[in-house]
Each structure stands twice: as structure tokens, then as C-alpha cells.
T-cell receptor
């Protein structure tokens, strides 16, 4: 079935340390993998995404890696800051009958302590 | 508009009441999605429109849930005879779409529905 697994569910790090969140997906046809940051009471905000034709993408302190063979992708945040504290969701696109939709992971609550 | 707009922002309904939630997507985005987000969970797919056509409604939890997008722009999610388990945030997202996939996928701020 359509499934995206995400772990860990919670992650606590010291300011300046790195944080890594991992996701696996089930549909080998998935070709789009976005990551969203959601602060309490707010909408999910896209922070970075990757398509299946590349293995890695970086944007300042944030990077995403994709391993299509193993069907997993990861979010890496370096030099974490307290304002990085939020819930992070991974997602994978699923195409059925010519339409695309996103299936989300269950989220990772990241806490960055000063 | 500049972003995806949803209204109302908050809705309190008595159990058994019907509710209607509105989504105004980004201009030019042909794809529109509805998601349900329970507290502490990730968004769960409900339904998808491409222009006015509802191409996927596999995530709608029951026949009490109905969505429409009659002119291919604004969409309405209707929940009839609301139950307490319907309490959640309902998120709308819109996107451009091409054969190679989704582009510019953007969420609205959501409607927080509380059924009492």
C-alpha cells in the first residue's frame, strides 16, 4: 500500500549540533520528495524538496539525500538554531491514474536547546 | 492571489451539524488537494481535483464528506452530520501539475474544526 515511514518521532539536539531525520517510502514510482516544517498552529511550509533524478540537494544549512534503490531519503540540518524547533514532515508523491498526490510521514518533533 | 486562502480559520460545530469549508487556491494552479490533519499527526490525503474534475476521492473517510470545485477554482469541502471524530485541521493545497509531476505545492493555513 501507499506508505511513508518517518523516524525518529522526536529529536532533541543542542544548538549548533546537526539533526538528521529519515524517511522510507513504498512506491518505487514516487518521483518527488518534499520536506515541510510546521510550527504550532501554522501551515506546513516547504523547506526543501528533491526529485528522483538527483541524489542530493543543499540549501544553506539544509540538505536532502535520496537513495532510490533503498527507497529512503533523509533531511540534514547543520548548525541547528533554536528557531529550527518545529515538527518536520517528509512526503512522497504517489501517481495513480494519471494524478499525483503527496503521502506524508508521521512527523518528527525537533527541539533545539540553546 | 498570493497564497492559498482558507475560510473560516476556526469552526465550532455541534454534533450533527453540517459544515462547509472553503479553499481559494493560487491563481493558475490546476491541482487542488484536501488533507485532514489530526492533532500530532501528519496530513492525511482526502481528495484531489484537477481543474473541476475530482480525480481521486479515495481518502474521504465516509459518505458524509463531499467536495466540489465546480468552476475549477474555489473548492468547498462539506461535512454532513458532523461527529466528534471529525475534529481536526483541514488543509487545502494547490499546485501546478505537468506530466513530470507537482510544482509549487503550497498549503493554506487550514480550518480548525472542533465538533462539540
Amino acid at each position: 500500500g501507499e506508505n511513508v515511514e518517518q523516524h525518529p518521532s522526536t529529536l532533541s539536539v543542542q544548538e549548533g549540533d546537526s539533526a538528521v531525520i529519515k524517511c522510507t517510502y513504498s512506491d518505487s514510482a514516487s518521483n518527488y520528495f518534499p520536506w515541510y516544517k510546521q510550527e504550532l498552529g501554522k501551515r506546513p511550509q516547504l523547506i526543501i524538496d528533491i526529485r528522483s533524478n538527483v541524489g542530493e540537494k543543499k540549501d544553506q544549512r539544509i540538505a536532502v539525500t535520496l537513495n532510490k534503490t533503498a527507497k529512503h531519503f533523509s533531511l540534514h540540518i547543520t548548525e541547528t538554531q533554536p528557531e529550527d524547533s518545529a515538527v518536520y514532515f517528509c512526503a512522497a508523491s504517489i501517481r495513480r491514474g494519471g494524478t499525483d498526490k503527496l503521502i506524508f510521514g508521521t512527523g518528527t518533533r525537533l527541539q533545539v536547546f540553546p | 492571489g498570493a497564497g492559498v486562502s482558507q475560510s473560516p480559520r476556526y469552526k465550532v460545530a455541534k454534533r450533527g451539524q453540517d459544515v462547509a469549508l472553503r479553499c481559494d487556491p493560487i491563481s493558475g494552479h490546476v491541482s487542488l488537494f484536501w488533507y485532514q490533519q489530526a492533532l500530532g499527526q501528519g496530513p492525511e490525503f482526502l481528495t484531489y481535483f484537477q481543474n473541476e474534475a475530482q480525480l481521486d476521492k479515495s481518502g474521504l473517510p465516509s459518505d458524509r464528506f463531499f467536495a466540489e470545485r465546480p468552476e475549477g477554482s474555489v473548492s468547498t469541502l462539506k461535512i454532513q452530520r458532523t461527529q466528534q471524530e471529525d475534529s481536526a485541521v483541514y488543509l487545502c493545497a494547490s499546485s501546478r501539475w505537468t506530466e513530470t509531476g507537482l510544482y509549487g505545492y503550497t498549503f493554506g493555513s487550514g480550518t480548525r474544526l472542533t465538533v462539540v
